[in-house]
């Protein structure tokens, strides 16, 4: 062995840190299998390692047994698989700007890319042998094992194009093929086969019995939950983080299912936001199900050599005699596996669960075959759940307490045949949870799930809880943004949504039998959800909200059986020429034989779905079977529904939660840009804000986890004293209906109030399905322009809200308005006197709103500066940077010292800004805010304003 000496070794290894660090770095291998090699322009060949730079030009290959993982700077992410060849030719990106180009040369392998913040704003260019592919905000996986014959799958994003000599094609739908061999034109998109794309997915993601990393293999939902990449890129990220869209965290939540099996076959599409789609099972023309081997034995114990016959004294004969032989006794029969009876308390769904939908009510009677609670459960030899069914139906399955495991024709057998999919288990076996389909029948989406009910006095009585939401939109499609629906869960907004945890309050009066009789009758246990997802900006800018709002109550119907109960409320723009698509269902645990499905000592797993569950108080409950209601504005009458479940695993409760709740009344502002239909289906559009702030009003209740608010809006332009709409959001007092939740100052969400209706013109009814949540409860930042952060205003609360007016009466009759992503903000009130006379002061902060500019229809926002002159009450605005354009203009305060007015303008547009002094503990004038709206040339903005001295 040749020697080297030390002080030799370190000036080797400073030359070739050296020659590496001369190249422009673009990136960082984020993981690797076997030894992937990277060749920098004239420099030797190294092995990429998990934090080895990558630069440009630098050329990747990979052998038989490698994989690598790059993470570029602007988030792109780049896998590559096994024996595979690869150049980046050209990487250059402004992070101010968040724009830049991104091109690669594959000469052979397996590759998925998943769009960075270069892919929002230009193409992604991989050049094969047979074409040039450009990948526009999005995750495509290219197949070029065959270098003359090249497959492109569009997993999902804005657009696919297949680009060469001969032709092209584009592919915008997800799911989509496109098949190019050399020398002719690219063949046009289709939808692809799951088992097509098995093949890359496998090379891509085999052979990991250890994450790429080298973490182990989660041995608890809890742990696989933490590898999967949740938390990273929900609930954990620190206000305004922007989650990468890495490979390491893009298989994330429902990777929650997949990546904790660590699975070859599992066919996970990779983005910061993360869906996760099963393998596909064979089909009926696939091989023949193999029937399950038979079910583990106890083997009985070996036993001791047979006693032999000691030899007695004889007679010695003349002549030997012959001894017969002598005969052994016979080995007792193998023990039968032992059969252990569990808690199986839970429910079968399948594909598709209810028989009919009535999209007024939400009514959605069960189907008895695809719907139905177990009524049995039981371990065999401590390896084999078999569960059966109130309708019949019957399954066995693997059992493996702590871990996931893979469903297969081997380990599997059921009603229905053998079965492929996913399952996993608690550490204490309490709550179990599989997702299949069968072989035989791959279109039957079903899943099964159970486990120990919490009793009624397990569930917490004060303090506060947290977990993971996992949405479960089929039986092949799992996600961390819940109650979607399966065919807009791969929306890109959807996909990159910040998902909060699910956080609860606790309250004694869950288990109160008579309501009226607690020490506190208003006080609720309560629980919210928020989802938050803008993707883009402008007219490339697609964008979701949600929110899930619960109460803890006793479920009457059933013996000792607590429930959470809510509804879920959601509003999507799945492009910005869109109009938008609203989401609602209930949201309250299932139902199973003798509960609901709360497992756990305290609570940690749930299972909801789409049932109504309310209760008066006085023992008595109703559950009404419902489904899930998914309208776009453009066709209200559709009777689009679908039956979303979601799973509740633990979470750690978020640091410093619950630190400030204060009982206190804010005033304040909001505004919105409103799509109204009309009777005859016209679509046309008006801004609704408000100018005064005591025409919006918010109360918290610390003391019964209530809040209620009230926003009295007119149109932009009305003068009129009365409000154009008036709405109403949740109560502090009275039924609940889980239309509201305060968790913390920072953290509190509102549905429409279930005793006050909306309200129109001269006091007209209106029916709203209208919901606000605090910006804090879903921090995302990615749409602010460089330069430009949020207020930190901590004494002032603002945030989003969306939704739903229908007009059944009045003059306005059969028009419907729909709202989505407007602003609202609000304090306490500086008083007059509090206002100082002279002085000055300057604020900063955001201004936030939404942009309707030709036929798109965006959120936007920018920077907000007010010099102001408390002597003359007068001062200057400037906003920088408002959807590109900055405006000017001067302010005053006119009739109170405490209210003021500006007029701007800026880019050929102007605009109207009506403000107020807000207080802290501190400081009487600690804040500035209002709403604004600015009109131009086929163009409308309308939102809110927040400033900090």
């Known amino acids: 062995m040749r020697m080297t000496s030390v002080p030799g070794l370190l000036c080797a290894t400073m030359l070739a840190l050296h020659g590496i660090g001369a190249q422009a770095k673009v990136g960082v291998t984020s993981s690797a299998a076997g030894e992937p090699i990277g060749t920098p322009p004239a420099q030797q060949d190294r092995i990429l390692r998990v934090g080895t730079d990558v630069v440009a030009n630098e050329a990747i290959r990979t052998s038989a047994n490698d994989r690598a993982h790059l993470l570029f700077n602007d988030g792109t992410a780049l896998t590559i698989g096994p024996n595979s060849q690869i150049v980046i030719d050209r990487y250059v990106y402004d992070p101010d700007k968040k724009a830049g180009d991104i091109a690669v040369t594959v000469t052979k392998g397996v590759f998925r890319l998943v769009g960075g913040n270069i892919t929002k704003s230009s193409e992604a260019v991989v050049r094969t042998p047979a074409a ?77 019995p250890a994450s790429a990393a080298g973490t182990p293999a989660p041995s608890t939902i809890e742990q696989g939950l933490a590898q999967s990449g949740v938390s990273g890129v929900n609930s954990a990220l620190p ?24 699975t070859a076959s599992a066919d996970a599409t990779s983005r910061s936001g993360q869906s996760f789609l099963l393998p596909a099972p064979p089909g009926p023309t696939g091989p023949s199900p193999q029937p399950p081997p038979p079910e583990p034995v106890q083997q009985a114990a070996p036993l001791p050599p047979a006693p032999q016959p000691q030899p007695q004294p004889q007679p010695q004969p003349t002549t030997p005699q012959p001894q017969p032989p002598q005969a052994q006794p016979p080995a007792p029969p193998p023990a039968p596996p032992s059969v252990v009876s569990i808690p199986g308390q839970g429910r079968y769904i399948a594909d598709r669960p209810y028989t009919q939908f009535n999209n007024a009510t939400l009514a959605a009677p069960r189907d008895p075959a695809n719907n139905a609670a177990l009524i049995s459960a039981s371990v065999i030899g401590g390896t084999t759940l078999a569960l059966t069914t109130q309708g019949g139906a019957s399954f066995t399955l693997p059992w ?21 999919g996913l399952g996993l288990t608690s550490v204490g076996g309490d709550f179990f949870a599989y997702v299949f389909v069968p072989n035989n029948a791959p279109d039957k989406l079903s899943g099964v799930f159970g486990g120990t009910p919490t009793a009624s006095d397990g569930l917490p009585i004060s303090g506060f809880g947290a977990h993971v939401l996992v949405g479960v939109q089929s039986a092949t499609l799992v996600s961390p943004t819940a109650f979607v629906p399966p065919q807009d869960a791969l929306r890109p907004a959807i996909l990159a949504a910040f998902n909060s945890p699910l956080l609860s309050v606790y309250s004694p009066n869950a288990h109160v039998p008579l309501i009226a009789s607690a020490p506190d009758p208003n006080q609720r246990a309560v629980a919210m959800q928020a989802s938050l997802g803008i993707v883009g900006q402008g007219s490339a800018q697609s964008s979701y909200i949600g929110l899930m709002l619960a109460t803890y109550i006793t479920d009457y119907t059933k013996p000792d059986a607590i429930a959470l109960s809510g509804l879920f409320s959601g509003s999507l723009r799945a492009a910005a020429g869109d109009h938008t698509v609203r989401f609602a269902s209930a949201a309250s645990t299932m139902e199973t034989q003798t509960g609901t499905a709360i497992y756990g000592p305290h609570a940690e797993y749930m299972v909801l779905g789409p049932d109504s569950l309310v209760t008066n108080g006085i023992n008595d409950s109703t559950r009404t079977q419902q489904a899930a209601l998914r309208q776009p504005l453009d066709n209200l009458s559709s009777t689009d529904s679908y039956y979303p479940l979601a799973l509740a695993v633990p979470a750690a409760v978020p640091d410093g939660l619950g630190s400030r709740r204060t009982t206190r009344t804010m005033n304040g502002y909001a505004g919105a840009n409103v799509e109204t239909v009309d009777a005859s289906g016209n679509i046309s559009e008006y801004s609704l804000r408000n100018v005064r702030p005591t025409d919006v009003s918010i109360t918290t209740d610390a003391s019964g986890n209530r809040v209620e608010a009230t926003l009295r809006l007119k149109r932009s332009g009305h003068h009129h004293h009365h409000p154009d709409l008036t709405l109403q959001l949740g109560g502090l007092s009275g039924p609940n209906r889980s239309r509201s939740a305060f968790i913390d100052d920072a953290n509190f969400g509102m549905a429409q109030s279930a005793t006050v209706g909306a309200t129109y013109g001269h006091g007209n009814p209106a029916d709203a399905r209208v919901f606000a949540v605090t910006q804090s409860s879903v921090p995302v930042q990615n749409l602010l322009p460089s330069g430009v952060s949020f207020c930190d205003c901590q004494y002032l609360s603002w945030g989003y809200w969306a939704g739903d007016v229908r007009y059944d009466s009045g003059p306005r009759a059969g028009q419907r308005d729909r709202m989505h992503l407007g602003t609202w903000v609000a304090g306490e009130l500086a008083s007059v006197a509090q206002i100082p006379v002279y002085g000055t002061a300057s604020y900063s902060g955001h201004i936030i709103g939404n942009v309707t500019n030709g036929n798109d229809r965006y959120v936007a926002a920018g920077g907000y500066r007010q010099a102001w002159n408390f002597g003359t009450r007068s001062g200057s605005v400037t906003i920088t940077s408002f959807d590109g354009t900055d405006y000017t203009g001067p302010a005053a305060a006119p009739r109170t010292p405490r209210d003021f007015v500006a007029t701007v303008t800026g880019g050929g547009r102007s605009g109207a800004l009506n403000g107020s002094f807000f207080r802290s503990p501190t400081d009487p004038v600690a804040y500035q805010a209002g709403s604004f709206a600015i009109n131009g040339a086929a163009y409308r903005a309308t939102g809110i304003f927040a400033g900090k001295r």
Do not use: H, W, Y
């Open 132 to 208: 040039t592919i450009g990948i526009r905000g999005g995750i495509s996986v290219i197949d070029a094992s065959v270098p003359t014959a090249v497959k492109a799958f569009f997993l999902f994003g804005e657009r696919m194009r297949v680009t060469n000599a001969n032709g092209e094609e584009v592919a915008r739908r997800p799911g989509s093929i496109i098949e190019i061999a050399t020398g002719r034109p690219p063949g046009e998109p289709r939808l692809a086969l799951r088992t097509e794309l098995a093949a890359p997915n496998g090379a891509l993601e085999a052979s990991r």
């Open 239 to 262: 206000p305004g983080a922007v989650a990468p869209a890495t490979t390491a965290n893009a298989t994330a939540a429902a990777t929650t299912m997949a990546q904790l099996t660590n």
């Open 400 to 420: 493996s307490p702590g871990a996931a495991v893979t469903l297969t024709a081997g380990n599997t057998s059921s009603s229905f045949g053998p079965l492929t």
